[in-house]
């Protein structure tokens, strides 16, 4: 093994070592055994508390924190535990100091796989929206208000910085926000309830210039207030202190003032600090304050609190500045996310809950068995098309996944069913790269080459294109996560990550596996060996240009038509228009799968059906039944189960009105995204290749995308002429992120077929363009079967055994792949045509010409042929 090939072998091991330290362990271990564990110097008394715990863990599994606080006691165990466990403001009291040891040895027990509401369940909070000092505020209703909205945005952005959080955020009832969480530990909740409260009402105003004097004396100046001013000793223990400011804040510079803010450290004490940016309006008025203030001390002001009061020492003029205080670090982060995000209208937390996953056991069975199936299908595929090639690509497709999963957990990424099947498309996907490196493979031998000529002409010549294809996808994917919110930036996150670690493995894991066993095997001897169905085709594909192409957009119109006209607002799930939310209390709890079946029955469109705990459960159980579905459909539903499940005994509590939680600002901004992602790759296609194949690749994707919700919204026409039997969808965050997922998958076929014709017309292929256009597609075919059968293997798996959010999922990528597959060849490629007017582009190294001995040349000068 060469230098070369020992470090990129090195550099491989490296990352899979760093990939397993990040997924393991997956799941979380028992809090208890992690508590006894991490002790030292135990004594009886400790031996005790253990053995109580572990008593009251046996009987609730699912309340092992509570139990561990039930066997402690009042006992004091800062004994037990490094000193490094407490925080220096915990340890001077054993309550605090208790749950500071707990919530550390709860994140050393949690497994490195964060799973989403409908896997595992979280924590529900209810916060009321305090309208007192807004007196001209009009009457909320849900999602129909700037309030309500503005607080569900900010909110969401909070929770949900990285958009992989997956939470659930919308308004409910009159002034209400229900938020859902998944999981959480203990210091996270903590954490998670500030976050959400902190109504972070920035305000900049000026100190009494005689504040020491007034404090003495008692005298608050008129036109000033006394404010209390956070504090903290040498040992980091807040003290109270108070401060004179001006009652109004300097010009209205506040908290809508603040264009960015970020957590850095003070160069001399390395504490940290905020740095923040104004915009320019505010800039402005910030540098003519301090201006005219120097010597004097600003107070920046948050939620009616003085947290710092620096010396104005120069004027400030580039709308830049620094917060500095006696902050830790997650007080830095926390202020610097709500100073970015600040709400307009203080919120409380009125009610706090325990939710059960969204899933019933056997929805998550079956979710997770149709992705294994996916997975199998793909690989089993490779390795008996491809033989020893596909061993290889499968050895990748491992590594694929474990990467990826690496990533993924390293990003903190919260795993929810369609999430699951979202990668397990994006595996499928990614095996595309290791077909075009094969069929290369595969033609270079079929020319005679030696196999070490055929691997390195193989993969030279498959880089451009896989590189090409990656980045047009990657321009869609940075563009989501830069524009995007919520689960649009995460989607974003998640295909950027899955597009980089796939041209990892493809592109240097299997060279490295095949240029082994050229130098150490003899398994290469006789060529790389590969089954070959589809040979030498001679397809007039273009014939059929013209009527596939009016008949595509007949049937968009059509679709959208009806889905506009035939379904209207129907078309619309909980999660896009908002609905009911029903809570019933029970005294027979009935498994989540048989609530969601009995509710499909009555065909009223999605619902989300999930068991709550709080204090004073309304049922015999502790326990509560919520159920959000379309608006006017709670009577029907309650009387259904009531029928279905006598035995259960549910009796309504509480009906109240729900907002989406798809909000219009994750609408606008997956619409910006996408628009500005077929921005981008018209402008690098058109870069790579010429303007004509720009416009041609993104009028196939918009064809897709346009087609695939007209298959949607027709669903619904073929409920009505089925009898129910095609089941009538509705759109949903899932159909959101299946739809953008169809965007990828789109331009990477187009673009495979536009270099394949790009590289013809620089060879100088003879014909009209036509004729090289059919060629490049004949050419192209076996690898576009290939790897739209693969994907679709792995879409048809999901769509017959993953079911509920899954099913839904793949029934939008099964249309994707048949249009996706379809635009390339008959409207991408045919609208290159039609735009040259069948005559050969200026492409290249020109076109062919005869010499007198009959032997084929080129001219190097652009001749144009008839079609």
């Known amino acids: 093994m060469n230098r070369t090939h020992l470090w990129k072998a090195l550099f491989v091991v490296f990352v899979i070592a760093w990939s397993l330290t990040e997924i393991l362990p997956p799941k979380a271990g028992n809090l208890v055994s992690k508590f006894d564990e991490l002790a030292s110097n135990v004594d009886p008394r400790f031996t005790n508390i253990v053995a109580r715990a572990q008593e009251l863990d046996k009987a609730s599994p699912d309340r092992g924190y509570q139990s561990l606080l039930i066997a402690i006691g009042t006992n004091d165990i800062r004994a037990y535990f490094p000193t490094n466990f407490v925080p220096i403001a915990a340890s001077r009291n054993a309550t605090n100091a208790t749950r500071a040891i707990l919530n ?24 009321e929206m305090d309208l007192s000092g807004r007196s001209n505020a009009p009457a909320l209703t849900a999602g129909n208000n700037y309030l309500a909205d503005q607080a569900v945005e900010v909110l969401r952005k909070r929770v949900d910085a990285f958009g992989v959080a997956e939470p659930i955020i919308q308004p409910a009832g009159d002034n209400r926000i229900v938020v859902q969480l998944p999981g959480l530990e203990e210091s996270a909740k903590e954490s998670a309830r500030e976050q959400i409260q902190k109504a972070a009402f920035l305000e900049f105003r000026l100190v009494d210039p005689e504040n020491s004097t007034h404090l003495r004396s008692g005298l608050i100046p008129p036109g000033y207030v006394l404010l209390p001013m956070r504090a903290r000793d040498q040992n980091g223990v807040e003290r109270p202190e108070s401060i004179i400011v001006k009652r109004q804040a300097e ?28 915009n320019l309006d505010a800039a402005a008025v910030f540098g003519e304050v301090t201006k005219k203030n120097v010597g004097q001390r600003l107070a920046i002001v948050l939620d009616g609190e003085v947290i710092s009061a620096p010396n104005i020492n120069t004027p400030i003029l580039g709308g830049a500045g620094q917060i500095t205080g006696s902050f830790t670090e997650r007080e830095a982060f926390e202020l610097a996310t709500a100073l970015e995000n600040p709400l307009e209208a203080p919120l409380k937390i009125v009610e706090e809950s325990g939710v059960d996953p969204s899933l019933g056991a056997d929805s998550i069975r079956s979710g997770i068995q149709a992705a294994v199936i996916a997975v199998a299908a793909v690989a089993g595929f490779m390795l008996v098309y491809y033989l020893l090639a596909g061993v290889v690509a499968n050895v990748a497709l491992m590594l694929n996944i474990l990467i990826l999963l690496g990533v993924m957990c390293s990003l903190d990424v919260t795993f929810t069913l369609p999430g699951i099947a979202g990668i397990v498309l994006t595996v499928g996907m990614a095996v595309d790269a290791n077909v075009l490196i094969f069929e290369r493979i595969r033609e270079e031998q079929a020319a005679g080459k030696s196999v070490r000529g055929a691997l390195s002409a193989g993969y030279g010549k498959a880089f451009g294109t896989i590189l090409d294809a990656n980045i047009t996808t990657l321009i869609s994917s940075v563009l989501l996560i830069l524009f995007g ?8 996150v998640a295909l950027t990550v899955g597009l980089c670690v796939s041209m990892f493995t493809a592109l240097t894991v299997t060279r ?8 150490k095997t003899s398994l290469l001897n006789g060529g790389l060996r590969m089954l070959h169905i589809i040979r030498g085709t001679n397809l007039d594909f273009m014939k059929l240009a013209k009527p596939a192409f009016i008949l595509s957009w007949l049937i968009i119109v059509l679709g959208i038509g009806y889905g506009i006209v035939g379904r209207g607002a129907n078309l619309l799930g909980v999660e896009f228009k908002g609905g009911d939310r029903l809570t019933l209390q029970f005294s027979q709890k009935v498994p989540v799968d048989q609530i969601r079946a009995e509710v499909l029955r009555l065909n009223k469109g999605d619902a989300t059906i999930g068991y709550s705990r709080s204090a004073g459960g309304g049922g015999a159980t502790g326990e509560t039944l919520r159920i959000s579905a379309a608006e006017g459909t709670s009577a029907q539903i309650e009387e259904a189960l009531n029928k279905a499940f006598p035995q259960a005994g549910f009796k309504r509590i509480e009906l109240q009105k729900i907002g989406p939680t798809v909000g219009q600002e994750i609408q606008k901004s997956a619409v910006i995204a996408s628009l500005l992602s077929l921005f981008g790759i018209l402008i690098y296609v058109a870069f790579r290749y010429e303007f004509s194949f720009a416009v041609g690749a993104v009028l196939a994707v918009l064809h897709d995308v346009l087609m695939t919700i007209g298959i949607y919204a027709l669903t619904g026409l073929g409920n009505q002429l ?21 965007i990828g998958f789109s331009i990477n076929d ?25 060629r490049a597609l004949n050419q192209t075919l076996s690898r576009t079967i290939i790897t739209s059968g693969t994907v679709l293997l792995a879409t048809i798996a999901l769509y017959l055994f993953g079911g509920g959010a899954v099913n839904d999922f793949a029934f939008t990528f099964l249309a994707g792949i048949i249009t996706g597959t379809y635009s390339s060849i008959y409207i991408a490629s045919a609208l290159v045509l039609w735009w040259h007017k069948g005559k050969r582009p200026v492409l290249g190294a020109g076109v062919p010409m005869v010499k007198q001995d009959g032997e084929v040349g080129s001219v190097h000068r652009p001749v144009r042929e008839a079609a």
Do not use: C
């Not at 759109?731 to 959101?736: E, K, Q, V, Y």
């Open 104 to 127: 550390r040895v709860q994140r050393a027990a949690a497994g490195e796989f964060k799973l989403g509401l409908d896997l595992r369940g979280g924590t529900e909070f209810v916060l």
């Open 251 to 278: 010009q209205g510079l506040g908290g809508k003032s603040i264009k960015s803010a970020r957590v850095a450290r003070n160069t001399v004490t390395g504490s940290p600090e905020i740095d923040f940016t104004l």
């Open 485 to 492: 919110t919520g689960t649009v930036k995460g989607f974003g």
């Open 512 to 519: 490295l596996i095949f240029d082994f066993l050229l130098a």
């Open 722 to 742: 089925t009898g129910g039997w095609i089941e009538a969808r509705q759109f949903n965050a899932t159909f959101i992120a299946a739809l953008l997922t169809i």
């Open 750 to 774: 187009t673009i495979v077929i536009f270099d394949r014709i790009r590289e013809d017309l620089k060879l100088g292929i003879p014909g009209t363009f036509r004729e090289l256009l059919n």
